[in-house]
């Protein structure tokens, strides 16, 4: 019995979503494209773990989710709301700029 082109297609298809699922599960696959006051770029992030608290390198004014997950950013060093201060959610292949009174984001979490 042979098998048509169309099905075996169809199983390589699965096999590969199975395959990256798997690989998925520890890290958000993508990337975060990050830029300061200036519209710099400060940093590309890869395929950033989902779990703890991830700082950038520098206060960022604008993000870029490109990854798989959603985002929490932080304007503090250890992913916590200071009294006052306020967090930002960034969905899946969405980005954000933060207003220039509100400072930085120094760093994010990423929602698993």
């Known amino acids: ?24 599960q520890g890290e958000a696959l993508g ?27 520098a206060g960022v004014t604008h993000v870029a989710n490109y990854t798989v997950n959603d985002l929490i950013l932080y304007p503090t060093a250890d992913c916590t709301e200071p009294p006052g201060g306020q967090s930002t959610y960034v969905g899946t292949q969405l980005s954000d700029t933060v207003a220039p009174s509100q400072g930085t984001w120094r760093s994010f979490t990423v929602v698993h």
């Open 1 to 24: 019995m042979s098998v048509s082109p169309s099905w075996s297609a169809l199983a390589g298809v699965v096999v590969l979503g199975a395959t990256l699922t798997a690989c998925a």
């Open 31 to 57: 990337t975060i494209d990050t830029r300061n006051a200036k519209k710099e770029l400060v940093e590309t992030i890869s395929n950033p773990p989902v779990d703890g608290c991830h700082r950038f390198r």
